[in-house]
């Protein structure tokens, strides 16, 4: 399994180097140009803000108040319903740790592209530095740079693009992975014990999943009504950690039509639904659609996402313990259900397109079925 490719996307220029090139740049190129997205200054969310959930996990799982438990579960539950994202603090992650990966990951992005292109992409394979879901010339680009690469287990790294990080840099990834393993098992026996899904299955599931991360460079634009740092999409994967590295405003996410601005938290990660998790709750949890605007003339924006998807040889499909008339509530799957690989082989073989990841297992009522079978 070594190295595996799952996809691969096509080699695009350096947003990044096209900045340094063009100082003074006053129009962006027109493949970067998204004529049929709503642009950011149509956004209104400033009433919104405080209404983004903080959770806190230290309450969650050491906390000897009874009611205090119960009222952080209640809200870590409404949260993930009604919002699919939140705020963590208290994460248990150090706080060393967490600076450290930081200036790790400014260092990389501040290195010469000579440096940074010994880990790019290699044709037909996702991991590396360059950009992901792009499968022809025409196609629209966003304004981000991105080091993609999986992370754990250990046997999935790619030796070549590990190699070519710094001794610290591959150090710190690997650390900061190690403890995102913790937390996010941690996220996922709580999600278990308020949806009553069976711990042993979410963590047979999930235990042993794929890690990935991705390091995301957004420099400032010209024209940054005209772009997207990002597309608007869902993640398809189980769970998603972001840590901002720095304090610029650009993740944005969809909550009653309209797109909210997610301000960064100091010590707090950003923890949002994917869509395995999705179709694992049989649809009690929402993936949510978000996407990263970019600024003008202000400092670069940068993140890393860290992404956990289930184990390899496992299943995607809504938990036996929320379907099975046996052992479970007798709930009908509200999805169908298919391999790992062959999940994961189909998002990253197409462009980024919303939802498409959930809708395509979505299971169709009588009226859909027809419909497709005349089409």
């Known amino acids: 399994m070594e190295g595996e490719k799952f996809g691969g996307s096509l080699p695009v220029p350096n947003v990044q180097e096209l900045v340094k090139k063009e100082p003074h740049m006053k129009q962006v190129p027109a493949r970067y140009i998204q004529d049929d997205i709503a642009p950011p200054n149509i956004v209104d969310s400033s009433s919104l803000l405080d209404q983004i959930p903080v959770i806190d996990l230290h309450a969650l799982l050491y906390s000897s108040d009874h009611d205090l438990f119960q009222s952080e579960l209640h809200k870590l539950d ?16 150090s706080t060393s740790l967490v600076k450290q990966m930081k200036s790790e990951i400014e260092q990389f992005f501040d290195s010469p592209i000579e440096e940074k292109t010994k880990l790019e992409q290699e044709p037909g394979d ?11 010339d025409q196609q629209k680009l966003d304004w981000c740079d991105m080091l993609y690469l999986f992370t754990l287990p250990i046997h999935l790294r790619k ?38 899904i069976d711990e042993e299955e979410i963590g047979d599931l999930f235990e042993e999943g794929m890690q990935s991360s991705r390091l995301n460079y957004y420099p400032p634009c010209p ?4 772009v997207t740092g990002l597309t608007p999409h869902s993640d398809p ?27 960064p938290l100091p010590d707090a990660f950003i923890v949002n639904i994917g869509d395995v998790l999705e179709i694992f709750s049989n649809g009690a949890y929402k993936s949510i659609l978000h996407r990263a605007i970019v600024q003008s003339e202000v400092e670069k924006r ?41 999940f994961i082989k189909g998002y990253i073989g197409r462009e980024l397109d919303l939802k498409s990841n959930v809708d395509a297992l979505r299971v169709k009522g009588p009226e859909e079925e027809g419909d497709l079978k005349e089409k």
Not at 240 to 263: A, F, M, R
């Open 237 to 263: 994967v189980g769970l998603t950690i972001l840590l901002q590295v720095n304090n610029v405003d650009g993740l944005q996410i969809q909550h009653n039509g309209s797109w909210v601005l997610i301000k």
């Open 302 to 342: 940068m993140s890393i996402a860290t992404f956990i998807t289930p184990r390899l040889d496992g299943k995607v499909g809504p938990a036996k313990s929320l379907t099975c008339p046996k052992t479970g509530t007798g709930t009908a799957p509200q999805f169908y259900t298919v391999s790992v690989t062959d």
């Open 126 to 136: 996702v991991q590396g530095y360059g950009q992901a879901y792009v499968f022809s």
């Open 223 to 226: 024209q940054p009504d005209l």
């Open 78 to 93: 409404d949260a993930c319903k009604n919002w699919g994202f939140f705020h963590l603090v208290n994460h248990g992650v």
């Open 159 to 196: 030796p070549r693009l590990w190699q070519n990080l710094t001794p610290s840099f591959s150090e710190t990834l690997n650390e900061y992975s190690s403890e995102l393993r913790k937390l996010f098992m941690k996220l996922l026996n709580l999600f278990a014990k308020i949806l009553n």
